[in-house]
């Protein structure tokens, strides 16, 4: 388990990327780099691509009566779309904003927002839930052993052969120069050659900086890789079956376990 205060200071980053920019903090193209100009229509239906894509990749059947856990649901960009699925989802965030802002703007009465330590689903009862889910928020940890702990409590509430999907990442590139920098060179050449005509010829000068800001400024931005060695034995360890592991040694691994007995 992660010491007390990393996960204190992850959740204050988060919290403080709440403030910033909720939208891009969890959903980071260039449609919500302007907090004013982000639209909750279009941010529900990215959410709802992501959730209807993974769903098929799941493949669970007769999910309308059963309940998935997803870790790291920041405003409900996926819990909304979620809960037409299952009969009661249960959204677990590490930000108190997160969370205000998702009870804010997600009215959906079978889904129930908790708050995490941000690294542990102990509110949630033993062999309770049929499905854990979690993408994009793994990858964004800074203590791997956070990560961990969560795989081991994944095992905990799964009922016997229920589902954990989950993403991480396997490898970390140097966001600094390898990512950073070439996607502001790129907005900005863009951005360069068709300017926002609504807004007098002028570009938005926080448009394209964001990512830079937060990769310099938040560790949580840049989380951690998973060695995957590691992971493997540890599965094995927690009675999980693995089903697949897609996108090894890359920014997106996904993996679909099964609890076994």
Not at 135 to 150: E, G, K, L, P
Request: aromatic share 12%; with cysteine.
């Amino acid at each position: 388990m992660a010491d007390n205060n990393t996960n204190r200071e992850m959740r204050n980053q988060w919290n403080e990327l709440a403030r910033i920019n909720p939208f891009y903090a969890i959903d980071s193209v260039p449609e919500f780099e302007s907090v004013e100009k982000a639209d909750i229509n279009t941010f529900f239906a990215r959410g709802r691509e992501d959730v209807d894509k993974f769903m098929k990749d799941m493949d669970i059947t007769q999910s309308n009566e059963k309940t998935i856990v997803e870790i790291g649901c920041g405003m409900g960009r996926m819990s909304n779309s979620f809960s037409e699925y299952f009969k009661k989802v249960i959204a677990v965030d590490v930000s108190d904003e997160m969370l205000k802002k998702a009870s804010e703007i997600c009215k959906k009465t079978n889904v129930e927002f908790r708050k995490t330590d941000g690294d542990n689903l102990s509110f949630i009862p033993n062999e309770s839930v049929d499905v854990v889910f979690s993408f994009i928020v793994f990858q964004h940890i800074i203590d791997t052993a956070s990560i961990f702990n969560y795989i081991r409590d994944m095992s905990r509430v799964l009922k016997m052969d229920g589902i954990a999907y989950f993403q991480l990442r396997t490898f970390i590139p140097d966001f600094a120069e390898d990512i950073t920098i070439k996607k502001i060179i790129k907005r900005k050449i863009k951005s360069i050659i068709s300017r926002d005509t609504s807004n007098g010829g002028k570009r938005d000068d926080n448009a394209g900086n964001l990512e830079n800001q937060f990769a310099n400024n938040f560790s949580v931005w840049k989380g951690s890789r998973v060695d995957i060695s590691d992971l493997l034995i540890f599965l094995k360890q927690q009675k999980f079956e693995i089903i697949s592991i897609k996108g090894v040694d890359t920014q997106y691994t996904f993996f679909k376990v099964r609890k076994a007995s």
